[in-house]
């Protein structure tokens, strides 16, 4: 078996974010943000992330709850051809993630890694917060993402981040479900869909009211529920009021 240092040639390289030679601008570490590609410092960090959670659910989970989450992986990710019967090498499957995130294009790794977030989270009841790690590590290499929602957006703002996730996590299932349409018409890159994502937008507006005020049906329109409110004491901007 190999093992790490057996060889005479120089295979390893000092890249720590941070020191002494990144901090005085000697051999600096990217610090251009990430949209359209990773770099290969990010790519490992990926890997190395995953492999830490994979390692914690295989110390906690069931052998068949690992051979399921395996077996899903090949036919939901990479669309391969599966067997029940068929007992899953777990390194073997691993690498093939691996390789994804080695080589392919910034949005292969990206799908994956929503997928992965979900799977971990769900399958260690909820214990490896994977969005919050990997929202730890694109803010660390510079990626020009976050995961909201169990989707991957491109950054806008943090603090407006802060606030959908607060709102993605408020009581209201009504009101969540508009917010993640709202998302997802806006997560794809190259062609948001920004006017229904508006009208979703507005629609999260009409639920909430909806909500406070009790109304429902024809005389829930946004114009009416706004007014209710004000007849109820609550101050509204002139700009809401022409909605």
């Not at 018409?185 to 999260?204: A, C, G, H, Q, T």
């Amino acid at each position: 078996m190999k093992r790490i240092g057996d060889t005479t040639k120089p295979e390893f390289r000092v890249r720590l974010r941070g020191g002494f030679s990144d901090r005085n601008n000697i051999k600096p570490e990217n610090k251009e943000m990430q949209f359209e590609s990773l770099d290969d410092r990010t790519r490992t960090a990926i890997i190395n992330l995953t492999d830490m959670a994979f390692q914690e659910l295989r110390e906690r989970e069931s052998y068949s709850d690992i051979q399921a989450f395996l077996r899903r992986l090949m036919s939901e990710v990479y669309a391969l051809e599966t067997k029940p019967s068929l007992e899953y090498v777990e390194e073997k499957v691993m690498n093939i993630f691996r390789e994804t995130v080695r080589k392919d294009d910034y949005d292969a790794v990206f799908s994956v890694l929503e997928y992965m977030a979900r799977e971990f989270y769900e399958l260690s009841q909820h214990r490896l917060k994977m969005q919050k790690y990997y929202n730890a590590l694109f803010e660390k290499e510079y990626v020009g993402y976050r995961f909201v929602d169990w989707k991957i957006v491109a950054i806008t703002d943090e603090n407006e981040i802060a606030a959908i996730e607060k709102g993605i996590s408020g009581p209201y299932d009504v009101v969540n479900i508009h917010i993640s349409k709202a998302i997802t018409l806006l997560s794809d890159r190259d062609k948001p869909d920004y006017e229904n994502s508006i009208k979703e937008s507005i629609s999260v507006v009409e639920a909430l009211c909806e909500v406070i005020t009790g109304v429902k049906g024809k005389e829930a329109t946004l114009s009416k529920l706004l007014k209710k409110l004000e007849e109820d004491g609550v101050v509204i901007h002139s700009a809401m009021k022409y909605l």
